[in-house]
């Protein structure tokens, strides 16, 4: 019994995303916030689309997409088309709409949700 007890807590402990999963401060005072766990919820076409979302001093520095199941071309699209108006953002207000790509719509908004937790995440808990 005990046994069986001690192997559902470890697996419990090992699948439970801890904060520093989430949200970590980089040496230079940048703040890393990884959507994977914290918007695994939301799905682009297919699948969910988790983003890295570096700031710093209330800026935006730069949004990574990770690994994911979306196409490579539509992800490289979006990379290229709408990643770089996020760079430099402020986010005192929280983030600003910026256009989705077209014919890569799903994706494009799955990411506008996964930045616009991330900085949510990061304006409650930094």
Do not use: C, W
Not at 20 to 30: C, S
Not at 52 to 73: M, T, Y
């Amino acid at each position: 019994m005990f046994r069986k007890i001690f192997a559902l807590l470890l697996i419990a402990s090992s699948t439970t995303a801890s904060a520093q999963d989430v949200m970590h401060k980089e040496k230079d005072g940048t703040y890393v916030i990884n959507t994977t766990t914290l918007a695994d919820d939301v799905d682009g076409y297919a699948g969910p689309t988790p983003v890295e979302v570096h700031i710093k001093k209330n800026k935006i520095v730069k949004v990574v997409v990770l690994k994911s199941q979306e196409g490579p071309k539509y992800t490289a699209r979006v990379k290229k088309e709408m990643m770089p108006k996020y760079d430099g953002m402020n986010i005192k207000k929280g983030v600003k709409q910026v256009d989705a790509v077209t014919g890569a719509t799903f994706t494009s908004k799955a990411i506008q949700e996964n930045i616009a937790r991330a900085v949510a995440y990061y304006q409650k808990n930094k």
